[in-house]
């Protein structure tokens, strides 16, 4: 998976290599804690097949292109690489492994 932004002029920490590790850190946390809380994933279903998907408390929807998850909770693993900036563009990319349920 790979979510893009437009990165803060206002975050010079995304300049640097240590900011965008320290960043990466704080997503990595919150990953984590996301996964921990286990929450539910629900998925609506468009007629020209588009997919979206989120959970109850999240503060956005987003297009779902690849696996579903019933929660939050179900990937054994959640990898996410240091965060990159091109351009003024933020990408963060993660790749999760299948749990056992």
């Known amino acids: ?9 206002t975050e010079a920490r995304l300049a640097e290599p240590e900011g965008r590790e320290e ?19 629900f998925a609506w279903f468009f007629a020209n097949g588009r997919r ?4 109850l408390d999240a503060l956005h929807a987003a297009q779902c292109g690849g696996t579903h998850v019933r929660s ?3 990937p054994a ?14 990408r963060v990319s993660c790749t999760a492994t299948q749990g056992s349920r």
């Not at 998976?1 to 002029?9: D, H, L, P, V, W």
């Not at 960043?23 to 994933?41: C, S």
């Not at 979206?52 to 959970?55: C, Q, S, W």
């Open 1 to 9: 998976m790979r979510i893009e932004f437009q990165a803060s002029q």
């Open 23 to 41: 960043m990466t850190a704080v997503l990595r946390a919150a990953a984590a804690a996301a996964r921990a809380d286990d929450l539910p994933v």
């Open 52 to 55: 979206v998907g989120r959970h």
């Open 72 to 74: 939050l909770g179900d």
């Open 77 to 90: 693993e959640v990898v996410l690489p240091t965060l990159k900036v091109k351009k003024g563009r933020g």
